[in-house]
């Protein structure tokens, strides 16, 4: 055999034994990820649901604020999600993912590049160059045009690509949480100001009529049928009153200012806002949790493709290990003299295969792939946590939603009989027939029975908000087909 061919082969042996022992490597499962997405039926199980928790339930409405018919909510909504800068910030960030997304797709095509230079040198008269060229004066003058190609043979470049592309949606789809939770926020300020509202006017009421009641006594002291001690009780109340009414305006102030800021606009932008608490809730929470509506929200979708994208990592890791083939080739002109720079003869190229195969890296790239198994466990974690959170927030709210319908139907019984036993206690009064005690006694429970009303509708309306935003907002994902979303997720995985 010749020497030639044995080197050759023998070459050729290292390279697969190489190749052997790296891919091993690659496969170790201690480097591998340790944690699994869950199935349908796994969350399901986890959570409690019943057997037809997988049936698709009514979306929420994209624009569910409109349901409340207010056209003021509806204006501040639509402006804060124009001009809010935290939505602007998170749009920023989508718009770097997307650029990253293009850099890394750019290294599966061709690269090509044109270089020039013009280098004026002197041969060294005592080198290795003899005469005419040693002592000699020139110039290096070289025009090249380039071009490589890595051959993705091992999904190295696609595994990237793919990972990028996954977190640039994921980047769009915390664009849409943010809006979600923008809307929420800003209709939670806008019912705590009308609720702020509301329960001042409730206490300029109050005011009114402890101001016609002390003037009432004040009547009767003169009168005599009355003395110092219900004069002075009676003008114990109306300041009283009005501390409430300089607290709520207060609340007002404070809320106008965070509905202003939610919306991105000057914090006395909201001033002159008139807000109004609903009716009645717009929403009616699901019977049940079902776990399509988990896969509505948007956090939910964003967590799923970010596993997704560090599971394309662990690939990309991995082919880290194999060769890594490239093509390249040069076309350009070369000479020792500007006059002769553009003649046929100045012509050179080259072409050819390159092969690089890591044999022994300090244990970097091994190192790599558990910084990009981890990173996918901490992903598939914060799956499973954000699924729980969900849950919670569904159930919490739905919970609360059953409990405030109660003590509203009970609070407007006891506001109704507190207001009744109010007016008896001022025309018994009126006529001589009760003392004022019994008045200031029925009218202070006339207004906590009726702040507690307030407050309750203001809850009523806070609840409504939440169940939206818990639901999703009524963000569905364009990517997944109803009950398949979680399913899809549980499938891209590695064994």
């Known amino acids: 055999m010749k020497p030639g061919r044995r080197m050759s082969r023998s070459r050729a042996l290292v390279l697969a034994g190489a190749s052997a022992l790296l891919a091993a490597c690659a496969s170790d499962p201690a480097l591998a990820p340790q944690e699994q997405m869950p199935t349908p039926a796994q969350v399901a199980q986890k959570l409690q649901l019943p057997a037809d928790a997988l049936a698709t339930a009514t979306p929420t409405d994209t624009a569910w604020w409109t349901a409340y018919k207010d056209p003021e909510l509806n204006r501040w909504v639509q402006t804060g999600l124009r001009d809010s800068p935290d939505l602007h910030e998170a749009a920023a960030r989508l718009a770097g993912a997307q650029a990253f997304l293009a850099v890394t797709h750019s290294a599966q095509g061709p690269l090509v590049g044109l270089s020039a230079s013009s280098v004026a040198e002197r041969v060294s008269g005592t080198g290795i160059f003899p005469p005419p060229l040693a002592g000699m ?10 071009a490589s190609l890595e051959l993705d043979i091992f999904g190295r470049l696609s595994s990237r690509t793919d990972a990028a592309r996954l977190r640039a949606d994921a980047s769009g789809l915390d664009k849409e949480q943010a809006g979600v939770r923008l809307a929420g926020a800003i209709g939670h300020a806008y019912f705590e100001l009308a609720r702020a509202q509301r329960a001042r006017r409730i206490a300029v009421e109050i005011e ?9 006594v004040r009547d009767r002291v003169r009168a005599g049928l009355d003395t110092q001690v219900e004069r002075r009780l009676a003008e114990v109340t109306v300041p009283e009153v009005r501390v409430e009414i300089e607290r709520a305006d207060e609340q007002i102030a404070l809320a106008r200012h965070s509905l202003a800021v939610l919306a991105g606009a000057a914090p006395n932008a909201a001033d002159a806002v008139e807000a109004h608490l609903p009716d009645d809730a717009a929403l009616a929470p699901p019977p049940a949790l079902p776990l399509d509506l988990l896969a509505r929200r948007a956090d939910i979708a964003a967590a799923q493709r970010r596993v997704k994208a560090a599971l394309r990592g662990v690939d990309a890791a991995r082919a880290d290990f194999y060769p890594n083939v490239s093509i390249s080739a040069l076309v350009g002109l070369d000479s020792l003299t500007t006059q002769r720079l553009f003649e046929y003869n100045s012509r050179t190229w080259q072409a050819g ?11 970097s790239l091994r190192a790599q792939l558990r910084a990009a ?16 959170q969900a849950a919670r927030e569904v159930a919490d709210t739905s919970s609360s939603i059953a409990s405030v319908r109660r003590q509203r139907s009970q609070q407007e019984l006891a506001t109704a009989n507190a207001q009744a036993a109010a007016d008896l206690a001022v025309t018994r ?17 006339v207004l906590a029975q009726q702040r507690a009303q307030v407050d309750l509708d203001a809850r009523a309306a806070a609840l409504d908000v939440s169940l939206a935003v818990a639901l999703g907002g009524g963000f569905r994902d364009a990517a ?13 995985r590695h064994d």
């Open 137 to 146: 004066v020139g110039t290096i003058n070289d025009v090249d045009l380039t």
């Open 208 to 216: 009114d009529s402890r101001q016609k009641t002390l003037d009432i």
């Open 353 to 363: 295969p390159a092969l690089h195969l890591p044999i022994f890296e300090s244990g």
């Open 373 to 388: 198994s981890a990173e996918t466990d901490g992903a598939i974690d914060a799956y499973n946590a954000l699924i729980l």
């Open 429 to 445: 009064y009126r006529a001589g027939l009760g003392n004022f005690l019994t008045v200031l006694a029925a009218q202070s429970s």
């Open 480 to 492: 997944s087909a109803p009950d398949k979303t979680l399913a899809a997720a549980g499938a891209a």
